[in-house]
């Protein structure tokens, strides 16, 4: 009888899903999917590790606030392994503010803690908490484990932790936090079986996509990262703006009348890439586009990049690796290459060939920088803490 963990790594519009077999010592996946709620009619899909569609259904929207495609992903787990043992839900939750270092099981008291941080992440946080409590009301005796974002930087310490701003707010909290860590913990501990020789030596990993940061790596403990306080921070992303001076957000208030509300929506869904092209926020569409506004934002967007590697650099007194990993940096040969051509003073040379190809080692003969394409996966992070947490707890 086999036991299994349910993940869940929820976004901005949609649920990734896996479903694992912990009883090995590394978990195996037996199926994954997609839960959409913001399609006409909301829809799950499951699909075996080979691609293959095991389950799909839809829902009315009336139902999707309801737990009710929650329900479907039981219903269907249990169909389809009903011979298993479902042990517990692990969820991706973006930010554990100080507190929480490592995963932590879901308790009433918890959740509220979690919760209370929503300022921190407010599109992120109450997307990775609806589940939860979807859940609960589903199957409240279910184990359900937070899993943090926050938890791989906790070790940041000043002067990489610290804004220069009074004291007092530091000691409430209002730090440099980081975030994507589930990210970088599976790519740090990729690196290590990809090039052994390399994984201890200094090293940033840029995590690109919807959402993109950086992370500086020694002895692959993260000791500095470009998003801080909340994922706000730091690169240009989709439709977040990054890194960007507060005289901006003073003037936006204080002469266009903006409110807080108006302002909190300008900056996590109208700016980064949509702002700037006024077209799209998927750098597919503007790689693809003619348009001058697209290009200046994908030059803005390699720009900042390059710039922030270099500051990450500067953080480890040098490079010896870069990894590329995340939704862009998998799959976009363009922004690798752009990105590289912009750090040659560095050191950092790749190969076009390989870059196209998308291979694991994308670096040339003369780069004096290993570079790297490396995929995520978030989800068999979070499988492996919660198997972790139910042996440490005797229940396997």
């Avoid at 569409?285 to 900042?304: I, Y």
Wanted: glycine share 10%; aromatic share 6%.
């Amino acid at each position: 009888m086999a036991d299994t963990v349910l993940v869940l790594n929820s976004g901005s519009s949609s649920i990734k899903f896996g479903l694992f077999d912990i009883s090995t010592a590394e978990p195996a996946l037996l199926c994954n999917g997609l839960l959409d709620e913001h399609e006409a009619k909301p829809r799950l899909v499951a699909r075996s590790p080979s691609g293959e569609t095991l389950f799909e259904t839809q829902r009315e929207v009336s139902d999707a606030d309801g737990g009710h495609l929650f329900a479907d992903v039981l219903g269907f787990i249990e169909d389809r392994f009903g011979e298993g043992r479902l042990r517990a839900v692990g969820h991706r939750i973006v930010h554990g503010g100080a507190e929480y270092s490592g995963p932590v099981v879901l308790t009433d008291d918890v959740f509220a803690k979690l919760e209370a941080l929503t300022p921190l992440a407010p599109l992120h946080q109450p997307r990775c908490l609806t589940p939860v409590r979807a859940l609960g009301a589903i199957r409240p005796a279910l184990t359900q484990i937070a899993c943090f974002d926050t938890a791989f930087h906790h070790g940041l310490a000043p002067p990489a932790s610290r804004f220069a701003i009074p004291r007092r707010y530091e000691m409430r909290g209002l730090r440099r936090y980081g975030f994507h860590g589930l990210s970088f913990e599976y790519v740090a501990g990729r690196l290590t079986h990809v090039a052994p020789e390399l994984a201890a030596r200094r090293t940033v990993i840029a995590h690109l996509g919807n959402g993109a940061s950086l992370c500086a790596l020694r002895q692959g403990r993260s000791i500095d990262t470009t998003m801080g306080l909340t994922p706000l921070d730091g690169l240009v992303m989709g439709t977040r703006c990054g890194t960007l001076d507060p005289g901006v957000l003073l003037y936006l208030l204080q002469h266009e009348g903006m409110s807080a509300g108006d302002l909190q929506h300008m900056l996590y869904h109208q700016s980064g890439l949509l702002g700037v092209s006024g077209l799209s926020a998927d750098m597919r569409t503007l790689l693809a586009s003619g348009e001058t506004a697209a290009r200046e934002a994908v030059d803005l967007f390699t720009f900042r990049a390059a710039q922030e590697i270099a500051v990450m650099a500067n953080a480890l007194g040098g490079l010896d690796c870069l990894v590329f990993t995340g939704g862009i940096g998998e799959h976009a040969k363009a922004i690798r290459s752009a990105i590289g051509e912009r750090l040659g003073w560095l050191g950092i040379r790749i190969d076009e060939t390989a870059n196209d190809a998308a291979c694991e080692r994308i670096a040339a003969a003369d780069s004096t920088v290993a570079v790297f394409v490396i995929p995520t996966n978030e989800e068999i992070t979070i499988a492996r803490h919660c198997a972790g947490m139910l042996r440490d707890r005797e229940d396997l």
